[in-house]
């Protein structure tokens, strides 16, 4: 027989404060790295630069203390070192294309860490969140749906996924992200018992009845529509695979994920039959360097000369050229900073975000109720689904789909929406660490 | 700026990437937390964790009707065995229980078990399912007989000189 006992929880606030300055000290250091490399000496205005951003998670900081005292120590410090690097490769790109999307993207990063705080201090409990189950639905699909409006719609590189009001442009979508996760939390909680506990067994699995393969139907006949009406890989791919993720995650059931992947499956080769969009995007997976899609590959094929001139050590922040993709400061910014940090700066990257993904699992482990596991989780896949597609995108693991990478990607509703994602994963994270009420003695 | 002082900041901003990674897994590795399973050293011993004094050892006839341990009869856990001293003895899923169950139909907080003026008291601490002392379903703290079962969720316990 064993004994168990409970381990102390500390807040380790204090810890958290140390790797905010170390992060901070990545993304100062890559400022100024990059000031050496363009003009041979240090920016002047380093100092400022630095200190918005340091003004701004160190805001993050100070309500943490104050608000949820017990919230995870690693990811905050996690997020501000990946969205500071990614300001500055942006800004590195600004330099190299006489844009500037560096100011746009810190103006966008302090509207996400202003969110962020909002969130914390109005949802002081994730249970509050489980009332809006079906508000959430209801203004999620909304949103999935609106660029598909006339006027408001926008129709930018053959994805109709953004709508614009005036100058402002924005992918509703992705904040329709953080609202299906809610909805699909609060749904399974109630819903787990009849999707996991009927059906028959067959070869080691447990069928669903055909009654209870409904929401599953429903989701990938909306994640199809998506990517019909919207012409979105991406977005389709991760409501499909965030559903199946709660999904099992809710019922513990391998069958649901064996049927979500053969619909997956049968949705993505149906598309690939009929879509001459995803045909292509197939074909500059497959053949890239064949002169028939080299047109198309282009953007990929100088992906990969990037990463392959980075090598193991990288050109050096500033020293390299990734300037030369289409878009790099967005769909492939991974290879850019493949190229100048080389393979040990991206192996260093994707762990941050492997553990940043890897702590949010933590807390759905930790969360004392169904519905905070469930979101918790949900939110966290929806991160790990984003990094895996981005990324194996640009290296040609899976063909490439319109993904941003989080935190590090230029864009304005990616980094709101992701800095809302951080916010309710510490909030719940606070709430799973902190410890039991005491126990009453007496 | 020469071409040394170059590759070294650049090397130098690499480690500083792995020191944050580093740094954070340290965190992680200091801040794991949880339970801890430690296994019990001998039988009727208690195990680490537990604030189980050594009973006091006397031979008068009042010490014979004192409880020494607290035996699990039925459910997952049958067999266990906790030895009594003072301090009260929580009974439930959560972690920090003192008799940890995994028991479904119980509750995490389900009951406790406490000395009064010599007395083992049991008390519902408000569970799904209720706590029972024989047949009767447990309402206020009752004192609890040597070898009368207290049913929490599909765990019975029982007490033992």
Redesign the interface.
Known sequence: ??????????P?RN?EL??LI??L??AI??YV?VG??AE?RVQANWMWVGGGLAVLVLGVHAVLRVVAPYAD??IL??TT?INGLGLVVIHRLDLAEETSLATRQLLWTAIGVGAAVAVLVLVRDHRILARYTWTAAVLGFALLLLPLLPFIGRNIRGARIWIGLGPLSFQPGEIAKILLALFFAGYLVTARDSLALVGRRFLGLQLPRARDLGPILVAWALSLGVLVFERDLGTSLLFFGLFVAVLYVATERTSWIVIGMSLFVAGAVLAWRIFSHVQRRVDIWLHPFEPGTFENAFQVVQGLYGMASGGL??T??G?GRPDIIPFAESDFIFTAIGEE??L??IF??L??YL?LVE?GLRTAI?A?DGFGKLLAAGLSFTIALQCFVVAGGVTRVIPLTGLVMPFLAYGGSSLLSNWIVVAILLRISDAA?RP?PA???? | ?SELT??L???G??A??????L???G??RS??????????PAPGT?????PAPAPPRGRDTEDRKTPRTLVVTEGS?K???LALGQA?I?IGR???CTL?LEDDYSS?RHA?L?LDAGTWLVEDLGSTNGTYLGRSKVESPTPVDIGTPVRVGRTVLELRR
């Open positions: 027989m064993a004994v168990v006992t409970a381990v102390e929880t500390r380790r810890v140390v790797l170390v992060s000290g990545i250091g890559a790295l050496i490399a041979g120590p690693v410090p996690i070192a050590l990288g050096g922040l020293e940090l080389g040990t700066g260093a990257l762990l941050l553990i702590r930790g004392r660490r039991a126990e009453v003695t007496g | 700026m170059l590759t900041l650049r090397l901003y690499l500083l990437l792995w020191i944050l990674v740094s954070v897994v965190v992680l801040d794991l937390f949880g339970t801890r399973v430690t296994r019990r208690p195990g680490r964790g537990i856990l067999g266990t065995s009260a929580l959560a972690p920090e940890v995490n406790r406490f």
